[in-house]
Nanobody, 114 residues
Framework: QVQLVESGGETVRPGQSLRLSCKAN????????WAWYRQAPGKEREVVAT???????DYGDSVKGRFTISRDNAKRAVHLQMNNLQPEDTADYYC????????WGPGTHVGVSS
């Protein structure tokens, strides 16, 4: 079964940066599009950013210009560089194939608070 493990989340102040990482096991990593998703308290899970097999990226409107998604096929990893974090970015962050095709991992919590 596919295993996804996210890391890198913590609580930071507005304007600071974080880099999230996701390691995928037991999956044909390079043959899939991948995404970062997030779920804020009381809200539905949403797509934050996607990266295709060819490296093309796309972002939700709320994070464009601040977040950057990348992939490392050799390490079976997906990363999310998050700059200029804002309180509305507070959420649990998850990676998965896009569209979602594997069981969700534990996620990593990002808190943004002054």
């Amino acid at each position: 079964q596919v295993q996804l493990v996210e890391s890198g989340g913590e609580t930071v102040r507005p304007g600071q940066s974080l880099r999230l990482s996701c390691k995928a096991n037991r999956v044909m990593f390079s043959k899939n599009d991948w995404a970062w998703y997030r779920q804020a308290p009381g809200k539905e899970r949403e797509v934050v950013a996607t990266v295709t097999t060819t490296g093309d990226t796309d972002y939700g409107d709320s994070v464009k210009g601040r977040f950057t998604i990348s992939r490392d096929n050799a390490k079976r990893a997906v990363h999310l560089q998050m700059n200029n974090l804002q309180p509305e970015d507070t959420a649990d962050y998850y990676c998965n194939m896009f569209p979602q095709g594997a069981p969700w991992g534990p996620g990593t919590h990002v808190g943004v608070s002054s």
